[in-house]
């Protein structure tokens, strides 16, 4: 499968029009950069970040991070975003970093797998999967616009959630991740 010429999910789609216009945009594990492109197209800045850049490397006027942000440091400690995506992705510590992450008035948008989706095949491992409501939790500061759990029938298992940032006070990033 060539994954440079996948469609955004759904989910992006129908959300990416609450990212604040010309706001930077974060897409975490951007993989080949569907939803990077998405927000590229709609007018935004995009930092597109991963551990491999190869599907990235043509995004010439956008920022690539190549960072293993499981066993390195935030590379994006300082900075704030107007929209932040998240597909197909889990790694709960950089949970409180998205929410610290993401400045007044935007917008966080993820999706991924959940409990229940290892019947379907990967990913399996619980330590890749979100437990009932557990995205809620991870942003429970936040305006929630819209949340589903459930299983895409005979596919996968999956959460999402939408939020905004409707604080006056940005939250801080844990010391941990500083």
């Given at each position: 499968?060539n ?22 945009v ?38 690539v ?111 941990s991740?500083?």
């Amino acid at each position: 499968m060539n994954h440079s010429l996948s469609a955004p999910e759904p989910w992006v789609v129908r959300f990416a029009p609450l990212v604040p216009a010309g706001a930077p945009v974060l897409d975490l594990a951007c993989g080949a950069g569907r939803h990077a492109r998405l927000f590229r197209a709609r007018g935004h800045p995009v930092t597109a970040l991963d551990r491999d850049i190869s599907g990235v490397r043509d995004l010439a006027d956008s920022e690539v991070i190549e960072a293993d942000v499981e066993s390195g440091p935030w590379p994006l400690s300082e900075r704030s975003f107007g929209g932040i995506v998240v597909a197909n992705y889990l790694h709960r510590p950089l949970l409180p970093v998205l929410a610290a992450s993401l400045a007044q008035g935007g917008v966080l948008i993820y999706r991924t797998f959940a409990v229940g989706n290892e019947r379907f095949g990967r990913p399996r491992n619980p330590d890749f999967l979100l437990r009932p409501g557990e995205l809620l939790d991870a942003f429970r500061t936040f305006t929630v616009v819209a949340y589903e759990h459930g299983e895409v029938p005979g596919r996968a298992v999956i959460q999402q959630i939408c939020v905004v940032n409707e604080t006056a006070i940005p939250p801080r990033l844990p010391a941990s991740v500083q």
